[in-house]
């Protein structure tokens, strides 16, 4: 099976860029010489703590039909980095702490996969097994924020 990993939209990075304002909410992003590795939502790279500034806003994931999904906070390169738009799982993510939540209709979560040392690979084929789920969203198993969003590949 073959996936497809996205994350924040590059027209969204570079509103928060270009206007320091969270999308939709309008509050300031929040500036700051990165204190961890993240990874930046936009190119999926974790940070270089210490060297690269990042901006911290609120962001809401898309849902397929409607449904109220919650906004949370991430952290993008403070300056242009390119969304990531490879084939498969960003190989960049692989060293942090993951978790796979599976959606069903209604953007309902029915499954959460979390196994440390697992390959990507497998936890994402044993949630899509299920017919039931639609996409999954990809999560820092300790700070529980978005990463991305995962899909079946046409
Ligand atoms: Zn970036």
């Known amino acids: 099976?073959?996936?497809?990993?996205?994350?924040?939209p590059q027209e969204v990075a570079d509103e928060v860029r270009r206007t320091r304002r969270a999308p939709d909410y309008g509050h300031p992003?929040?500036?700051?010489?990165?204190s961890?590795?993240?990874?930046?939502?936009?190119?999926?790279?974790?940070?270089?703590?210490?060297?690269e500034q990042r901006l911290l806003f609120t962001f809401r994931?898309?849902?397929?039909?409607?449904s109220l999904m919650a906004p949370g906070p991430v952290f993008i390169h403070a300056d242009?980095?390119?969304a990531y738009a490879g084939e498969g799982f960003p190989d960049a993510l692989r060293d942090l702490p993951l978790a796979f939540e599976a959606?069903?209709?209604g953007s309902r979560v029915t499954a959460?996969?979390?196994g440390a040392g697992v390959p990507a690979e497998t936890q994402m084929s044993t949630l899509f097994a299920s017919d039931q789920v639609r996409w999954l969203h990809l999560r820092h198993a300790e700070a529980g924020c978005f990463i991305a969003r995962i899909e079946r590949a046409a």
């Open 36 to 51: 961890g590795t993240g990874p930046c939502r936009c190119c999926l790279r974790p940070f270089a703590p210490g060297r």
């Open 80 to 82: 242009h980095c390119d």
């Open 29 to 34: 992003a929040h500036l700051e010489l990165a």
């Open 61 to 66: 994931p898309r849902a397929d039909d409607g």
């Open 1 to 8: 099976m073959r996936y497809l990993v996205r994350s924040v």
């Open 112 to 114: 959460l996969l979390a």
């Open 103 to 105: 959606r069903s209709s």
